[in-house]
């Protein structure tokens, strides 16, 4: 089962992402075309390309989900490959990969677990001023979050689908409850995994009784229609 985290502009995802890929869970570096900050690392942090190379890519149909933005500094992309969704990773996705993903049947229960990091625009505001961002951007990216997850939660009801876990917590509390829902889930589907098997079984075996007696039945009748015979 991968782990698909989701929430608006710093409510700490990537944080969270580190944090639960040292408890064990691979983290998928996804591709952007945005430019790299200073303490970004390409290949662990993101995986940089241009423009021209991004669609390239997508036009192969490499991609598994892309989305593209209007920022600041320019028009730029992100993406996940299809090859990167394997089973114990971890991943960092915005509304409209989660919905490319549903569209595409990647986020079946016994795949998938999508979790919500809920923070309040307060918090959020607080945490980009302390880590020097443009103000500007930053109300241009929480503006536009608030409509697209209003959008995601609301219009097209994922609330059903998703788990929303408190972003006020430590980023380390958060990896907790979030590998304890996965083990709980992990766990429910091995049951109902086992309950359809039982019930697979038992079917099976009364389908298998069902057409014994249609088999006796038959030998009966054919025995009978022999014996008037020889008489």
């Known amino acids: 089962m991968n782990v698909i985290l989701c929430g608006k502009t710093n409510s700490g995802k990537t944080t969270v992402a580190k944090e639960l890929e040292k408890q064990g869970m691979t983290k998928v570096v996804t591709y ?29 149909g490499f991609f598994a989900e892309t989305a593209q933005y209007n ?13 990167s969704y394997i089973d ?5 996705l915005n509304p409209y ?11 079946e229960k016994e795949k998938s677990i999508v979790f919500y990091i809920d923070v309040s625009d307060d918090i959020l505001k607080s945490r980009s001023m ?13 503006e536009k979050d608030n409509k697209d997850f209003y959008d995601f939660l609301v219009k097209k ?6 788990e929303i876990v408190d972003g006020k ?15 709980d ?11 359809r098997k039982q019930e697979h079984e038992k079917n099976t075996n009364i389908l298998k009784q069902i057409i014994n007696k249609e088999n006796i039945k038959s030998r009966n009748k054919k025995i009978k229609i022999n014996s008037t015979l020889e008489r």
């Open 32 to 60: 952007t075309t945005r430019p790299k900050r200073e303490n970004e690392i390409d290949g662990e942090d993101y995986i940089y390309l241009t423009n021209k190379e991004f669609d390239r890519l997508k036009e192969k």
């Open 71 to 83: 920022a600041s500094f320019g028009f730029c992309q992100y993406g996940s490959s299809k090859e």
């Open 88 to 92: 114990n990773s971890v991943i960092v």
């Open 97 to 107: 990969g989660i919905e490319q993903l549903e569209e595409k049947g990647m986020l």
């Open 130 to 142: 302390k880590r020097g961002d443009n103000i500007r951007e930053f109300n241009r990216r929480i």
């Open 157 to 162: 009801n994922m609330s059903k689908k998703i």
């Open 169 to 183: 917590m430590q980023p380390i509390h958060i990896a907790n409850k979030i590998i304890e829902r996965v083990r």
């Open 185 to 195: 889930m992990g766990m429910l589907y091995e049951i109902e995994t086992e309950l």
